[in-house]
């Protein structure tokens, strides 16, 4: 009664965890839009859209990504045949015992007329998937604590799925060998199913399971004499034989069962199977309780993004379905870090310690911003930093073995932060092409507005000098100077005399007819008012946001200064300046 109401109530918790993160697929939406998609809207295309793609001649396509990706999980083949092997052992073995096992009066019975748990071949199969799901948790112990790959982090769900699973299995396999030494239910058996009430043939009975089936009787040591088991041979074919193979073909449970045999008469008095039955049961109800909530959700949502990520495409699907899909994909993800592994600017993470520079752990981020968790400013800086890092190599996308389309991911969640005001100073500088490669779809406010953002969080921070004003000794930073030598490069600036050069070989110069009115400042006034150490007035110029980083200012220096990588330097000290600023308040 107890586990069957702890049942009842691990599966209502887990239908409405269900139901709630089915409801987020329609609700959560990132990409920000000429006007919002109702749920209701969302809820009407998905269905469309299934119906339409499984009477058309798309269906084949699902059924060999069903086949080949969902339950084969080639992709993850292609990318290493260790993980491969990892995740079929525990998927594989996992899927298995639930089928067999712990669902076998809703499968088992049904399709087997002469089913037992305790017989053959079904003992050695439980074993059997038992072994398989522990050497699949072995290896990704050993990935993840032991072989220490380079970016492959490691966080608390991750944890979380290896120990329950860990728990389950171990906890089944000791619960399993203590039944088999134990006295109180060979007794139970014997009270139950047993067609003899002689004492003489039950004493043989029990010598025949203490010495054939492991048990650890009290009463009886072996060894016993042929006739004596024969005696009880008979009895075992005619009360026990049609629900008990012998226990050896279990032989992993039997092996811990031999291995725990001195102690059995104790465990057995101290009713520590009936420990292990509620540590094994719980463990199970607590697991499907939480699914929805962990990790483990994506055995749901990964099939659906690669399916679905099969037969779409950003041309031609419908905008609601786009949508619903990219949240999907959030909850697909399996936090296996091939993306970060192969990340193009993963190196970075050495350097800037921003761990949303990492597509794998981006995920998280921005599952809590699209959720509608409370994140700081800091917190808001340090995502939009990760996501503006991204090369746009699509290595992420190309390697994900859930299908996730992580570009398109990190551009819509970009341009929905953008869209709500928050400043990336990155886009201000020639590392935004990506972007404007992109902006015909954008529209042209949407384009500019995240531009002018990052220009007045600047001039609202960097505004102690005003460019038509007499400037004092006292606003020249000193210690500015200092700064830009740091590298061979920008310390170059030194040898300007101001001739003009590069200004007059500038492209951007050549594109205004007054070009002081529009930029502030040009390129050689930019690098004299370095030489005199006036970083705001620089900070503030749009000409050193507007440089192309064409490098012909810097091939026509006659003095050799590196124009253009002074202006790169320039910057990073900009936003460094800015990002110092932001963090002391």
């Given at each position: 009664?107890?586990?069957?109401?702890?049942f009842y109530i691990a599966f209502a918790i887990f239908g409405l965890g269900l139901l709630f993160k089915v409801s987020t697929w329609f609700r959560y939406?990132?990409?920000?839009?000429?006007?919002?998609?109702?749920?209701?809207?969302?809820?009407?295309?998905?269905?469309?859209?299934?119906?339409?793609?499984?009477?058309?001649?798309?269906?084949?396509?699902?059924?060999?990504?069903?086949?080949?990706?969902?339950?084969?999980?080639?992709?993850?083949?292609?990318?290493?045949?260790?993980?491969?092997?990892?995740?079929?052992?525990?998927?594989?073995?996992?899927?298995?015992?639930?089928?067999?096992?712990?669902?076998?009066?809703?499968?088992?019975?049904?399709?087997?007329?002469?089913?037992?748990?305790?017989?053959?071949?079904?003992?050695?199969?439980?074993?059997?998937?038992?072994?398989?799901?522990?050497?699949?948790?072995?290896?990704?112990?050993?990935r993840r604590s032991i072989l220490k790959i380079p970016r492959l982090m490691t966080n608390y769900m991750d944890h979380y799925s290896i120990i329950i699973?860990?728990?389950?299995?171990?906890?089944?396999?000791?619960?399993?060998?203590?039944?088999?030494?134990?006295?109180?239910?060979?007794?139970?058996?014997?009270?139950?199913?047993?067609?003899?009430?002689?004492?003489?043939?039950?004493?043989?009975?029990?010598?025949?399971?203490?010495?054939?089936?492991?048990?650890?009787?009290?009463?009886?040591?072996?060894?016993?004499?042929?006739?004596?088991?024969?005696?009880?041979?008979?009895?075992?074919?005619?009360?026990?034989?049609?629900?008990?193979?012998?226990?050896?073909?279990?032989?992993?449970?039997?092996?811990?069962?031999?291995?725990?045999?001195?102690?059995?008469?104790?465990?057995?008095?101290?009713?520590?199977?009936?420990?292990?039955?509620?540590?094994?049961?719980?463990?199970?109800?607590?697991?499907?309780?939480?699914?929805?909530?962990?990790?483990?959700?994506?055995?749901?949502?990964?099939?659906?993004?690669?399916?679905?990520?099969?037969?779409?495409?950003?041309?031609?699907?419908?905008?609601?379905?786009?949508?619903?899909?990219?949240?999907?994909?959030?909850?697909?993800?399996?936090?296996?870090?091939?993306?970060?592994?192969?990340?193009?600017?993963?190196?970075?993470?050495?350097?800037?310690?921003?761990?949303?520079?990492?597509?794998?752990?981006?995920?998280?981020?921005?599952?809590?911003?699209?959720?509608?968790?409370?994140?700081?400013?800091?917190?808001?800086?340090?995502?939009?930093?990760?996501?503006?890092?991204?090369?746009?190599?699509?290595?992420?996308?190309?390697?994900?073995?859930?299908?996730?389309?992580?570009?398109?991911?990190?551009?819509?969640?970009?341009?929905?932060?953008?869209?709500?005001?928050?400043?990336?100073?990155?886009?201000?500088?020639?590392?935004?092409?990506?972007?404007?490669?992109?902006?015909?779809?954008?529209?042209?406010?949407?384009?500019?507005?995240?531009?002018?953002?990052?220009?007045?969080?600047?001039?609202?921070?960097?505004?102690?000098?005003?460019?038509?004003?007499?400037?004092?000794?006292?606003?020249?930073?000193?210690?500015?100077?200092?700064?830009?030598?740091?590298?061979?490069?920008?310390?170059?600036?030194?040898?300007?005399?101001?001739?003009?050069?590069?200004?007059?070989?500038?492209?951007?110069?050549?594109?205004?007819?007054?070009?002081?009115?529009?930029?502030?400042?040009?390129?050689?006034?930019?690098?004299?008012?370095?030489?005199?150490?006036?970083?705001?007035?620089?900070?503030?110029?749009?000409?050193?946001?507007?440089?192309?980083?064409?490098?012909?200012?810097?091939?026509?220096?006659?003095?050799?200064?590196?124009?253009?990588?002074?202006?790169?330097?320039?910057?990073?000290?900009?936003?460094?300046?800015?990002?110092?600023?932001?963090?002391?308040?």
């Amino acid at each position: 009664m107890f586990f069957r109401t702890c049942f009842y109530i691990a599966f209502a918790i887990f239908g409405l965890g269900l139901l709630f993160k089915v409801s987020t697929w329609f609700r959560y939406t990132i990409v920000t839009g000429e006007r919002e998609i109702s749920p209701s809207e969302r809820v009407y295309a998905a269905v469309k859209g299934i119906v339409l793609t499984l009477f058309s001649i798309k269906i084949l396509t699902l059924l060999k990504v069903f086949f080949l990706d969902v339950l084969f999980q080639i992709r993850i083949l292609r990318e290493s045949a260790l993980r491969w092997f990892m995740h079929i052992c525990i998927f594989g073995g996992f899927m298995m015992l639930l089928l067999m096992h712990a669902l076998d009066k809703f499968i088992a019975y049904p399709l087997f007329a002469e089913y037992s748990s305790t017989l053959n071949p079904f003992l050695f199969l439980r074993n059997l998937f038992f072994v398989v799901v522990i050497i699949g948790l072995a290896i990704a112990v050993y990935r993840r604590s032991i072989l220490k790959i380079p970016r492959l982090m490691t966080n608390y769900m991750d944890h979380y799925s290896i120990i329950i699973l860990a728990v389950i299995m171990f906890s089944g396999i000791f619960l399993e060998a203590t039944k088999i030494g134990s006295y109180k239910s060979y007794r139970n058996m014997v009270d139950e199913y047993a067609d003899s009430d002689d004492e003489q043939e039950l004493r043989a009975l029990e010598s025949f399971w203490v010495d054939r089936f492991g048990v650890v009787s009290p009463n009886l040591k072996g060894p016993f004499p042929d006739n004596i088991l024969n005696q009880g041979r008979e009895l075992h074919e005619v009360s026990c034989a049609a629900c008990h193979s012998q226990p050896q073909w279990a032989f992993l449970s039997y092996g811990v069962a031999k291995l725990i045999k001195p102690i059995a008469t104790g465990l057995d008095k101290a009713n520590f199977p009936v420990f292990l039955m509620y540590i094994h049961f719980l463990s199970c109800f607590i697991g499907l309780a939480y699914l929805p909530f962990s990790k483990m959700f994506h055995i749901f949502a990964s099939p659906l993004s690669l399916l679905a990520n099969a037969v779409m495409d950003s041309e031609t699907s419908n905008p609601a379905n786009l949508a619903t899909k990219q949240i999907i994909e959030m909850d697909a993800c399996t936090h296996c870090g091939t993306c970060s592994i192969r990340c193009a600017v993963g190196i970075c993470f050495m350097e800037i310690p921003n761990v949303n520079i990492l597509p794998s752990e981006k995920i998280a981020s921005v599952k809590a911003l699209v959720s509608g968790g409370k994140i700081n400013g800091q917190a808001l800086g340090s995502i939009l930093e990760g996501l503006y890092l991204c090369t746009n190599c699509y290595r992420c996308t190309v390697v994900c073995p859930v299908g996730i389309n992580l570009q398109d991911l990190w551009f819509n969640v970009r341009e929905s932060l953008l869209q709500k005001g928050h400043p990336e100073l990155l886009f201000l500088s020639p590392l935004s092409f990506y972007r404007g490669l992109k902006s015909d779809g954008m529209g042209k406010d949407n384009y500019q507005k995240p531009l002018e953002v990052a220009r007045q969080t600047i001039a609202d921070e960097c505004k102690s000098i005003v460019l038509s004003e007499t400037i004092t000794q006292k606003q020249i930073d000193k210690k500015f100077k200092t700064g830009l030598t740091l590298s061979p490069q920008a310390n170059s600036y030194s040898y300007c005399f101001t001739c003009m050069t590069c200004t007059a070989a500038c492209p951007v110069v050549w594109n205004f007819d007054n070009p002081p009115e529009t930029l502030g400042l040009v390129p050689h006034q930019i690098i004299h008012a370095a030489i005199v150490g006036l970083p705001d007035l620089i900070f503030t110029s749009k000409m050193l946001w507007s440089c192309l980083g064409c490098y012909k200012c810097q091939e026509h220096c006659p003095q050799g200064v590196r124009v253009t990588d002074v202006f790169y330097e320039l910057k990073n000290l900009a936003m460094k300046h800015i990002k110092g600023k932001a963090m002391n308040e």
